[in-house]
């Protein structure tokens, strides 16, 4: 079963880690990364720019709005993202206490949807 680990951040905590840490955490992060790459057990990660560089867009009664950087009302913002495989929710929380970032944030583990079924049942 396939689950999406979202990471969030809150550039506040990140900006207040001592000189190096960032780079720290984040070697170790790669490092644990490649470990479950290659045992097959992440399928794909990125890093996603700064929160401001993002642009979201709403349609409402046919009117479409882009408006500037993420609509959240957090201080956390999505940072990156894991794919992994896991046999449950269980085995998939476990992996992502594994990585660093919930000392900074968040991580949001959710199951991802068989796209498959979906396409079929709607006969596309």
């Given at each position: 079963?396939?689950?999406?680990?979202?990471?969030?951040?809150?550039?506040?905590?990140?900006?207040?880690?001592?000189p190096?840490?960032?780079?720290?955490?984040?070697?170790?992060?790669?490092l644990?990364?490649?470990?479950?790459?290659?045992?097959?057990?992440?399928?794909?990660?990125?890093?996603?720019?700064?929160?401001?560089?993002?642009?979201?867009?709403?349609?409402?009664?046919?009117?479409?709005?882009?408006?500037?950087?993420?609509?959240?009302?957090?201080?956390?913002?999505?940072?990156?993202?894991?794919?992994?495989?896991?046999?449950?929710?269980?085995?998939?929380?476990?992996?992502?206490?594994?990585?660093?970032?919930?000392?900074?944030?968040?991580?949001?583990?959710?199951?991802?949807?068989?796209?498959?079924?979906?396409?079929?049942?709607?006969?596309?």
């Open positions: 079963m396939r689950f999406m680990l979202l990471i969030y951040t809150d550039e506040n905590l990140i900006n207040a880690l001592p190096g840490e960032f780079d720290r955490l984040m070697r170790e992060c790669i644990h990364a490649d470990e479950l790459r290659a045992a097959g057990t992440l399928i794909d990660s990125q890093q996603l720019e700064h929160a401001p560089s993002a642009r979201s867009l709403r349609q409402r009664s046919e009117r479409m709005a882009v408006v500037d950087g993420p609509f959240a009302e957090t201080k956390e913002m999505l940072a990156g993202f894991n794919l992994i495989e896991a046999a449950d929710m269980d085995e998939a929380v476990r992996i992502a206490s594994e990585f660093p970032w919930t000392r900074t944030g968040s991580i949001e583990v959710r199951p991802v949807r068989d796209f498959g079924a979906v396409r079929a049942r709607v006969c596309a």
